[in-house]
Structures are given as structure tokens and as C-alpha cells.
């Protein structure tokens, strides 16, 4: 089966590329080492005109940018989309990433008539694309009419399929991490290595640390755990929302942005992990990878009662915080932190949820491999 996979470059504050991440990265690397023929596109929405070192990746990998002047661009990439179909001669087209792609692939499939898969990692239409005039009629529509869809949740799905009314083949095929995606260092090695204190009781993220993802909730919980404890620290890693400002004190940890590989011995290196969100568009409906990395880490986890984490982490109640509610957050954490509870929940695996998208493909596009 040859399978033309479209997506944007960089998203998760990664680039595809170089960070080799994530599931636009994992999911037609899976395919390739399955038996699938895939050449993967990916279009930078920056600058960028490097390129593409095919020998770091099985799936044969091609960049476009949008270089500034975006409408122009945006034409020469959809015909250069159109000369690649001519020669790839694909079984079957995905889009995936955000709105605008699931668009092209729906078009593109009903222009050669290949069967279109489109993967939902999110709920777009909580992306400020979809504010776009048409952009959002356009997205809708595309759902409907192609041949399948995979959703990264349950919730998701329902959304779809209520807003929507898809007439093709769904599934359920959430996020996953790395196979042997853990720490390689004990909690001592994990805090030398980002130096830090031995002798405090650290919670702390990683991922995007923007409002809309409730990061404030974590910031107004730790302040007021400061000062009721001298020996508590925040640790803190990835991106930045400019528009609010991290705590003021000695005892936060900004690590910045890591390097993907850094992140399990991040996380190890925690007395209890934290996942933020709110009850909006976005949060109701994701799959946060957090989740799934800390669970691979075995730490105790907080967790926003929010989407696909209230109903994974049902049993375990205690460890669900009020999305807005500081004391909530605070009343959970000190709970976690004077009785450790690691949640006995299996996560996925790349190859797992690769293997699921790979039958999905092939019920919509049944070819001999």
C-alpha cells in the first residue's frame, strides 16, 4: 500500500524534522516499517527552506514553507501536492495536524478519487485557523464525506459524530509513547542532572505552559504550598505563554525547552507530576501525551478533571483536581505527596496505536500490502 501523509511541520513546540517526534512523526514511521510505502509531506507555516536529510527516517520526508507572502506560497505547494500524486500514484491519502490539511487531503482525494483518511489529534476548531472565513465550513464538510477518521479520544469522537455525521469508517486511536520510553536514571541521577535540590519534595510539568491550558492553576497552587512548606519546589519545562509570567521564586525551576530525550529522566526526577487544563474547546477534548509519559515514568499524577483524563482516571478520584480551583489543586497535592499513589493504568505504545491506524488504513483503502 502507498500512503501520501500530510501534516504541518512543527506543533507541540517540536519540528518534526529534527525532533523526530510526536504522532505525525511515529505513525508513518510505524506504517514504513510495516511493509507500507509512505512519503510523508510536511509544510512549515515559518520561513524555512533547509533541506531534508531522508537517511535520519525510513519515510521518504519532503519540507514546504510558507516563506511569508501566504497565499502564493500556499498555491505553489498545493501544485507541487498535485505533481507528487501524479507520481507517487498513492492507495490512499492522510491529513492530519489541523484544519487546513485535513481540507487539502479531502481534496486531493476526491480530485484522483483515492480513498482519504484524516487523523484528529486535537479538536481543531479550538485552533485559531478555524476562525478563518470558510476555513471552518470547509473542515466540517471534509469530515463528513472522507472515507475514515481516527480521534486521538472518546470525546472527540462524539463531538464528530454529532456536529458531523461522518460517513466513513471511525476509530478511536489515542496518543502512545516511545517503546522503552522511561527513565534511565533513579530520582537522585535524574535531580544531578538538572541540579536539582536533593532534599525537597519537587512537582512540576512539562509541554506547553500557556494559559489556556490552565498553567495558572499550577502556579496559584504552588505559591500557596510555599507557604505553608520551606522544603517544596516547582520544576517546570517547555514553552513559555508570554502572557503570563512564571513565580517569582528561589524555589522555581525553569528548565526551558529539552530535548525530547530528556524529558522521562524531567520527569523522574518529581515527587508528584501535574497535568494542567481547563474545561474549554481544547481541553474537553485532547489526549495530553503527559499523560501517558508520566504513567510510563511511574510517578503520582495530579490531573485537571477535564475530557479523557476524567474518564481514565475514574477509579482513581483522589488524584482529579477542579479545573479553576486552587485549592482543589493544593488539597490533591498534599494528599500525593504524604501518601504517593502510582496509578495502576496501562499506556500505549507507538507501535501499538500505529498497528491500529495501519488496519484502519487498510479497511478504507484494502490493497495488497
Request: aromatic fraction near 10%; charged fraction near 20%.
Given at each position: 500500500?502507498?500512503?501520501?501523509?500530510?501534516?504541518?511541520?512543527h506543533y507541540m513546540s517540536k519540528d518534526l524534522l529534527y525532533?523526530?517526534?510526536?504522532?505525525?512523526?511515529?505513525?508513518?514511521?510505524?506504517?514504513?516499517?510495516?511493509?507500507?510505502?509512505?512519503?510523508?509531506?510536511?509544510?512549515?507555516?515559518?520561513?524555512?527552506?533547509?533541506?531534508?536529510?531522508?537517511?535520519?527516517?525510513?519515510?521518504?520526508?519532503?519540507?514546504?514553507?510558507?516563506?511569508?507572502?501566504?497565499?502564493?506560497?500556499?498555491?505553489?505547494?498545493?501544485?507541487?501536492?498535485?505533481?507528487?500524486?501524479?507520481?507517487?500514484?498513492?492507495?490512499?491519502?492522510?491529513?492530519?495536524?489541523?484544519?487546513?490539511?485535513?481540507?487539502?487531503?479531502?481534496?486531493?482525494?476526491?480530485?484522483?478519487?483515492?480513498?482519504?483518511?484524516?487523523?484528529?489529534?486535537?479538536?481543531?476548531?479550538?485552533?485559531?485557523?478555524?476562525?478563518?472565513?470558510?476555513?471552518?465550513?470547509?473542515?466540517?464538510?471534509?469530515?463528513?464525506?472522507?472515507?475514515?477518521?481516527?480521534?486521538?479520544?472518546?470525546?472527540?469522537?462524539?463531538?464528530?459524530?454529532?456536529?458531523?455525521?461522518?460517513?466513513?469508517?471511525?476509530?478511536?486511536?489515542?496518543?502512545?509513547?516511545?517503546?522503552?520510553?522511561?527513565?534511565?536514571?533513579?530520582?537522585?541521577?535524574?535531580?544531578?542532572?538538572?541540579?536539582?535540590?536533593?532534599?525537597?519534595?519537587?512537582?512540576?510539568?512539562?509541554?506547553?505552559?500557556?494559559?489556556?491550558?490552565?498553567?495558572?492553576?499550577?502556579?496559584?497552587?504552588?505559591?500557596?504550598?510555599?507557604?505553608?512548606?520551606?522544603?517544596?519546589?516547582?520544576?517546570?519545562?517547555?514553552?513559555?505563554?508570554?502572557?503570563?509570567?512564571?513565580?517569582?521564586?528561589?524555589?522555581?525551576?525553569?528548565?526551558?525547552?529539552?530535548?525530547?530525550?530528556?524529558?522521562?529522566?524531567?520527569?523522574?526526577?518529581?515527587?508528584?507530576?501535574?497535568?494542567?487544563?481547563?474545561?474549554?474547546?481544547?481541553?474537553?477534548?485532547?489526549?495530553?501525551?503527559?499523560?501517558?509519559?508520566?504513567?510510563?515514568?511511574?510517578?503520582?499524577?495530579?490531573?485537571?478533571?477535564?475530557?479523557?483524563?476524567?474518564?481514565?482516571?475514574?477509579?482513581?478520584?483522589?488524584?482529579?483536581?477542579?479545573?479553576?480551583?486552587?485549592?482543589?489543586?493544593?488539597?490533591?497535592?498534599?494528599?500525593q505527596l504524604r501518601s504517593p499513589l502510582i496509578l495502576d493504568i496501562r499506556y500505549k505504545t507507538w507501535p501499538?496505536?500505529?498497528?491500529?491506524?495501519?488496519?484502519?488504513?487498510?479497511?478504507?483503502?484494502?490493497?495488497?500490502?
Amino acid at each position: 500500500m502507498r500512503v501520501l501523509f500530510l501534516c504541518k511541520r512543527h506543533y507541540m513546540s517540536k519540528d518534526l524534522l529534527y525532533d523526530r517526534y510526536g504522532r505525525f512523526y511515529e505513525l508513518p514511521e510505524y506504517l514504513q516499517s510495516a511493509g507500507l510505502e509512505v512519503t510523508g509531506v510536511c509544510l512549515s507555516y515559518y520561513p524555512q527552506r533547509d533541506r531534508v536529510n531522508n537517511k535520519k527516517h525510513s519515510v521518504e520526508w519532503r519540507s514546504f514553507a510558507l516563506a511569508g507572502v501566504i497565499l502564493p506560497d500556499l498555491y505553489k505547494y498545493i501544485l507541487e501536492l498535485l505533481d507528487l500524486v501524479k507520481h507517487v500514484k498513492p492507495d490512499v491519502v492522510v491529513g492530519a495536524s489541523d484544519a487546513l490539511h485535513v481540507i487539502i487531503a479531502k481534496w486531493l482525494g476526491k480530485k484522483f478519487d483515492i480513498p482519504c483518511v484524516i487523523d484528529l489529534y486535537d479538536n481543531f476548531e479550538s485552533y485559531g485557523l478555524t476562525n478563518v472565513p470558510v476555513i471552518k465550513q470547509l473542515y466540517l464538510s471534509a469530515l463528513r464525506d472522507v472515507q475514515g477518521i481516527s480521534m486521538i479520544s472518546d470525546e472527540l469522537l462524539e463531538l464528530i459524530v454529532k456536529k458531523c455525521k461522518p460517513k466513513g469508517v471511525i476509530s478511536v486511536i489515542g496518543n502512545a509513547v516511545p517503546e522503552g520510553f522511561y527513565a534511565n536514571l533513579d530520582e537522585k541521577e535524574s535531580r544531578e542532572l538538572f541540579s536539582l535540590p536533593q532534599d525537597y519534595k519537587l512537582i512540576g510539568t512539562a509541554g506547553a505552559l500557556h494559559s489556556n491550558r490552565g498553567i495558572i492553576d499550577l502556579y496559584c497552587a504552588f505559591l500557596a504550598l510555599s507557604e505553608i512548606y520551606d522544603d517544596i519546589g516547582l520544576v517546570l519545562a517547555g514553552t513559555m505563554d508570554p502572557a503570563i509570567s512564571v513565580p517569582t521564586h528561589e524555589r522555581v525551576f525553569n528548565l526551558g525547552q529539552l530535548d525530547y530525550r530528556q524529558v522521562p529522566n524531567m520527569l523522574n526526577s518529581l515527587d508528584v507530576g501535574i497535568i494542567c487544563n481547563e474545561r474549554n474547546k481544547f481541553g474537553e477534548y485532547c489526549f495530553p501525551q503527559k499523560f501517558y509519559e508520566m504513567l510510563a515514568c511511574k510517578i503520582p499524577i495530579i490531573a485537571a478533571n477535564t475530557g479523557a483524563l476524567s474518564r481514565l482516571m475514574a477509579s482513581y478520584n483522589g488524584c482529579l483536581y477542579e479545573p479553576g480551583n486552587v485549592e482543589s489543586l493544593v488539597s490533591k497535592i498534599q494528599a500525593q505527596l504524604r501518601s504517593p499513589l502510582i496509578l495502576d493504568i496501562r499506556y500505549k505504545t507507538w507501535p501499538e496505536q500505529g498497528e491500529e491506524f495501519r488496519k484502519l488504513l487498510n479497511t478504507v483503502a484494502p490493497v495488497v500490502a
